[in-house]
């Protein structure tokens, strides 16, 4: 099928033949020119000279060569100036920043849509000034005026709304100004350009103005200076208008692909030529593809390229509508093409560099003073460079000693002088005084990289990456210092993160061979014969407005300015006009709901499938390999699987043989913990991964004081306490003393909070920046005091030990041989009244002090606090020979009115008042246990409680949750 730049060049060689290079042909984009260079030439029997080709802002800027185009810090910087001076404010820049973009978005179309700016900002509230000043609107427009103006009564109630007005009346001024400003220092913004022309043309002041004849090929949406533009080189004779279309969308007014050709095609007819109007009515292959998610497309393309019979030449392309799937398709498609030509360029936001130099920025934007020497940084960002590749590669293994040390630590904000051991962090993380040493650490950070790492051959885009980073980190310093501006780093950082994320990385190749990859805009003029389009869904294609502006949407329609009905027309266009020629065409979307994306096929899938009069042919692909879903099935592993003894050998470490003795035991041999046991009752699974398989629980900086910090705190202060007194006698006296003083116990709990938050006899200056601490503090002095309280009914008594150390043999048998099993841990407290000793546990969580029987303990019914408790007291009874009894001292009931902290047997209906009553069967169940722990027969099954699964830190490795 003839291509439309096939038609457009044999339309120009049969009507200007040898004059074809006096032409100038002006092009939306810059590809198509490469395309229609080989139309051309297919056409042409001997030598001719290429026509020049330009795009529409060039040929606009050449119209006032004495002005350059403004980068947009400049724009920026004069703009905000402008602002200042107008409103008498002293706003930052850094607070104009984000507002001051929106304002140079508005400003540039209102000059490309010719807009009356005094117009567009007055305060309409009045009726008068819509019928006397606006006769050129029409009812409609006005109409739209004063159904916005009529949110803004004359006494507004809302002062968000009087501060928007003033704002609003303010701007014509600024406008004014501003524009004022950039031509006496010979700068424009771009719709100032077109304005400037337009205004040249219908002041009759265009005498020379673009000398020669135009021909313009494949326009779609026009704004008003560009509709001057054209009608002013119709009416000389000096003009072609080429429009690719379909009757397809412009003979049914309904299709909103057609909305601005049909305008277009009146007001500009094209020469007679025949392009093939109605391609899109041709045979097609049309297929829709729903696949589980975006990676899953990437995947499936080469096979789809495989199974449509698609020659890998540049009538194939792969069309992105999300660019963020370009670095998969890279690693996916070079299996299935030897050659392609990528025309898309990739964003350099997406490589490491990029993420680097975003960790750092991020990293000091954020970072707090600590003196003249040091600065304060938060430990998510270090934490997060530290992890970066590149830093990796660059500390070597040092990295997860400073990362342990600051979890250790649990360092929230980490001091530059805590990287003096490692020079290059030490270089890296120095205090910063303004943004040009910033820029600085950036350059030091990127050289450092391309130092250290390997750059082979196959590291060819690394080098792409440091380079263009480098030129863009020159460049805005360069701007910077050409602005003569001072900025915060805060600022400096917004500023590079905009200018980075823009940024796309060119390939190099042969762009008219092997298969296209390119995006959706970059399609424009291009036909292929075999396409496959990822990422069709709907919030993707169309893609809503990048841009916010101040100016509302009924005012919008009203003065003519873009609308997002604009953008979803043209979006329509360029789908259509890629289809319109194809004859095999795959259009695959993701049906995975995620964030804010649902899932769902674009609209215009659907109105091919409902209006377009194809068949289409509707799929789903299914990945047949997958992870079972959640709460699907019960995991289970099998036993003697591959690995299996070598895991049981790693719980067998707590085994030994029945003739050992304790004391002939090593001191380092590991103790089975309540814990453990705890955690193998609760779910085998999870026992296994932690126990077995040793696939630790990551240690995490806390900053919320959560149950198991308090605790920890709690359980150190009463230590703090109690250990003076091991041995000797307290008394009801003694403690009342402990209570009275005013700040003793305060002291007791700073000393808690330095040596279990910061590993040191005291608090550091920034702990009373800490509000969590603080507060935890202040409670925890309430609880320890009622604790105390209560101690005090119960002196006089002996302490024995603060979270003292225990270790006891117990025998059972391991698949049919007789064992031991080391058994410990830490009991809080012990001590002593008359001749009976009390294991106390302290616990933060919720009151559990009842059971049903000692078989439920060991059961599905979990009773974790009680069955640790009952275990410790029957090995101090098994040890002192004398009476124990067990107490809970929960938190939640301290302030109770009659706090028992005793345990209640249910199904004896009485308190434990001596563990010797449960020794036996204690024993005799934990022996079962243990037995079919080290059962190598049995296979290790996952709980089949659900509530065991929202906690548990390997829920996403089972699946289950």
């Known amino acids: 099928m003839l291509s439309f730049l096939d038609a457009v060049a044999q339309s120009l060689y049969q009507r200007y033949s040898e004059k074809l290079p006096e032409l100038t042909l002006v092009f939306p984009n810059k590809r198509a020119h490469l395309f229609f260079a080989q139309s051309l030439a297919r056409l042409l029997e001997k030598p001719l000279w290429h026509p020049p080709c330009q795009s529409i802002e060039e040929l606009v800027k050449q119209t006032d060569p004495s002005r350059r185009l403004a980068d947009n810090l400049t724009l920026l910087v004069e703009l905000h100036q402008c602002y200042s001076a107008e409103r008498g404010s002293a706003e930052s820049l850094d607070r104009f920043y984000h507002w001051g973009q929106t304002l140079l978005y508005d400003f540039d179309q209102i000059d490309k849509f010719l807009v009356d700016p005094a117009a567009l900002f007055s305060n309409l509230r009045e009726r008068k000034a819509l019928e006397n000043g606006f006769s050129f609107l029409s009812p409609e427009q006005i109409a739209l005026l004063r159904k916005f103006w009529n949110h803004f009564p004359e006494k507004s109630e809302s002062r968000l709304r009087e501060n928007f007005i003033i704002l609003w009346e303010t701007l014509p001024a600024v406008y004014q100004r501003f524009r004022e400003r950039l031509h006496n220092q010979n700068k424009a913004f771009e719709g100032m350009l077109y304005r400037s022309l337009a205004e040249k043309i219908t002041s009759r002041d265009a005498s020379g103005l673009l000398p020669g004849y135009y021909v313009f090929i494949g326009f779609n949406a026009l704004n008003e200076c560009e509709k001057i533009l054209f009608r002013y080189l119709q009416a000389q004779r000096r003009a072609d208008f080429y429009w690719d279309y379909d009757a397809y969308y412009i003979n049914n007014k309904h299709e909103e692909a057609g909305y601005f050709l049909r305008d277009n095609l009146q007001n500009f007819p094209p020469p007679e030529y025949d392009p093939g109007f109605s391609p899109f009515a041709d045979k097609k292959e049309l297929a829709i593809i729903a696949a589980p998610s975006n990676i899953a497309q990437v995947k499936v393309t080469p096979q789809l390229l495989k199974s449509m019979q698609a020659a890998p030449d540049q009538r194939t392309a792969v069309v992105l509508a999300d660019e963020q799937l370009l670095p998969p398709l890279l690693h996916t498609l070079p299996a299935a093409a030897a050659q392609m030509n990528i025309t898309m360029g990739y964003p350099l936001r997406q490589t490491p560099v990029y993420s680097l130099l975003e960790a750092l920025c991020q ?46 630590h649990n360092n929230i904000y980490v001091s530059s002088l805590f990287f003096s051991g490692n020079q290059f962090l030490s270089d890296l993380l120095a205090p910063l ?101 990822l990422s069709a869904n709907e919030g993707i294609l169309p893609r809503p407005g990048k841009h916010t502006s101040f100016i509302p949407y009924n005012l919008r329609r009203a003065f003519g300015l873009p609308t997002p009905e604009r953008q979803e027309a043209v979006a329509a266009y360029y789908f259509y006009r890629l289809l319109q020629r194809a004859r095999n065409i795959k259009l695959l979307y993701s049906a995975k709901t995620e964030g804010i994306r649902t899932g769902e096929p674009s609209r215009y899938l659907l109105q091919l499938k409902l209006e377009s009069g194809h068949p289409v042919k509707e799929q789903t692909l299914n990945i047949p390999a997958r992870a079972p879903r959640k709460n699907e099935e019960t995991i ?72 198991s910090l308090f605790g920890r705190l709690l359980h150190k202060a009463m230590e703090i306490i109690y250990t003076p007194w091991i041995k000797k006698e307290v008394t009801a006296q003694d403690l009342e003393t402990l209570l009275h003083p005013k700040g003793h116990i305060e002291e007791i709990v700073k000393e808690a909070i330095a040596t279990t938050c910061y590993q040191s006899p005291s608090l550091p200056p920034d702990f009373y920046d800490n509000g969590d601490l603080l507060i935890t503090g202040d409670i925890l002095q309430k609880y320890i005091r009622q604790l105390l309280h209560i101690d005090r009914n119960l002196a006089p008594f002996i302490p024995q030990g603060m979270e003292l150390p ?64 009952l275990l410790y007291s029957m090995m101090m009874h098994r040890h002192a020979r004398q009476p124990v009894i067990p107490l809970l001292y929960f938190l939640r009931s301290a302030y109770a009115e009659a706090a028992d902290f005793t345990l209640y047997d249910k199904g004896k209906a009485q308190a434990v008042e001596d563990i010797a009553d449960y020794s036996e069967a204690l024993a005799a169940a934990l022996s079962r246990t243990l037995s079919g722990l080290f059962d190598e027969h049995r296979p290790v099954l996952q709980t089949t409680d659900s509530k065991q699964c929202e906690h548990c ?9």
């Open 363 to 408: 990293l000091f934007a954020h970072a707090k003073p600590a003196g003249q020497a040091a600065s304060k940084y938060y430990y998510k960002e270090i934490l997060a460079l530290l992890a970066h590749q590149y830093i990796k590669q660059l500390v070597n293994n040092e990295k997860e000693d400073v990362a342990n040390k600051i979890v250790l």
């Open 433 to 533: 005084a303004n943004y040009r040493e910033l820029a600085a650490r950036l350059l030091f950070l990127l050289d450092a990289v391309s130092r250290n790492h390997p750059l082979q051959a196959a590291d060819s885009l690394l080098r792409g990456y440091l380079q263009h980073t480098l030129r863009l980190v020159n460049k805005l310093s360069n701007a910077l210092e050409g602005c003569q501006l001072e900025i915060s780093i805060k600022l400096y950082a917004k500023l590079l993160r905009g200018i980075l994320q823009n940024e796309q990385i060119p390939f190099t190749g042969e762009p008219l061979a092997g298969i296209q990859v390119m995006g959706l805009l970059e399609t424009r003029l291009l036909d292929f014969d075999n396409l496959i389009l």
């Open 636 to 707: 289970s592993l099998p036993p003697r699987t591959p690995g299996w003894n070598l895991e049981k050998q790693t719980i067998a470490r707590y085994a030994h043989a029945p003739e050992t003795e304790i004391q002939t035991l090593p001191e380092n041999s590991p103790p089975f913990s309540p814990t453990a046991l705890n955690a193998y009752l609760a779910c085998p699974l999870r026992f296994y991964f932690r126990y077995a398989a040793r696939i630790k629980e990551p240690e995490e900086v806390t900053e919320k004081v959560g149950h």
């Open 806 to 869: 225990v270790r006891q043999l117990f025998p059972f048998s391991a698949n049919g041989q007789p064992c031991q099993l080391l058994f410990g841990g830490i009991i809080d407290r012990l001590h002593r009244r008359g001749n009976t000793l009390y294991v106390v546990d302290y616990k933060t969580g919720a009151v559990d002090n009842a059971f049903e029987s000692i078989e439920t303990l060991f059961g599905e019914k979990q009773h974790p606090g009680i069955l640790q408790i």
């Open 953 to 961: 830190p390997y829920n996403v490795v089972c699946n289950k949750q």
